[in-house]
């Protein structure tokens, strides 16, 4: 399992990644919520710990809802020393999907993200993405965004969906390649460009909010700002 741990203790820190790895998880950490933020939409986990006093400027509740509202619907477990019932609802409102309060022993912790990450791959089949007002009906292959139907060709569709299920997070062009077109070499051509460019046309020009942007030296991201 791919864990995110963004906790700003290090004694913490290093006991719980310390624990995480010898039950045999693959691990990032951060120290501060805008490095956390970061992480977390520039790669894929399976479950993330967030500290819910964090430094940097983007406390955890911050950055839950940054990751909610773009779409990234990874599990979340909250650690926290507040303990009263107010602070634990805002949490769970602000996404979180469990909430931990300090001190806590490490063997509830793992069964806590163990049993998550068991929870989220048991969904049935996802049948509709959505992200901010956008909507895509895989089933009816229809796309609407601010309930105004987009009318796209197959491959545009193929493309839009790609980055709605890793909405928040960046799609490099080779991962587009290997998922889009089934390239698994690089067909040197600028056909990814040609696509992206047509698909702004039809789900972001005629609105004011962008969804699709371009990361510098890397590829894509679709989110909400």
């Known amino acids: ?8 203790d290090p004694t913490v820190r290093g006991f719980v990644a310390k624990g995480l790895r010898e039950a045999g998880h693959v691990l990032e950490t951060a120290d501060n919520g805008k490095d956390g933020l970061f992480l977390a939409v520039s790669d894929v986990f399976d479950v993330i710990i967030l500290d819910r006093m964090l430094p940097g400027g983007i406390d955890g509740l911050r950055l839950l809802e940054t990751l909610r509202a773009q779409g990234n619907a990874t599990p979340v477990v909250l650690l926290s020393a507040l303990s009263q019932v107010d602070e634990r609802v805002a949490g769970l409102k602000a996404g979180g999907d469990d909430y931990l309060t300090k001190p806590f022993a490490f063997a509830e912790l793992l069964a806590r993200v163990e049993a998550l990450s068991r929870r989220s791959k048991g969904d049935g089949p996802q049948t509709r993405l959505v992200v901010a007002d956008l909507e895509m009906d895989l089933l009816s292959r229809q796309v609407k ?16 969906e790609y980055l709605m299920r890793h909405a928040g997070q960046v799609v490099t062009r080779t991962m587009l390649l290997e998922g889009v077109w089934d390239y698994h070499f690089d067909p040197q051509t600028n056909v990814i460009d040609v696509h992206v460019s047509r698909l702004r046309q039809k789900i972001d020009k ?10 510098r030296n890397a590829g894509y991201i679709l989110r909400a700002e």
């Open 145 to 160: 965004r601010a309930g105004q139907k987009i009318d796209l060709q197959p491959r545009e569709f193929r493309l839009l």
């Open 1 to 8: 399992m791919r864990i995110l741990l963004v906790e700003d």
């Open 206 to 215: 005629p609105f004011e909010l962008p969804l699709i942007h371009t990361v």
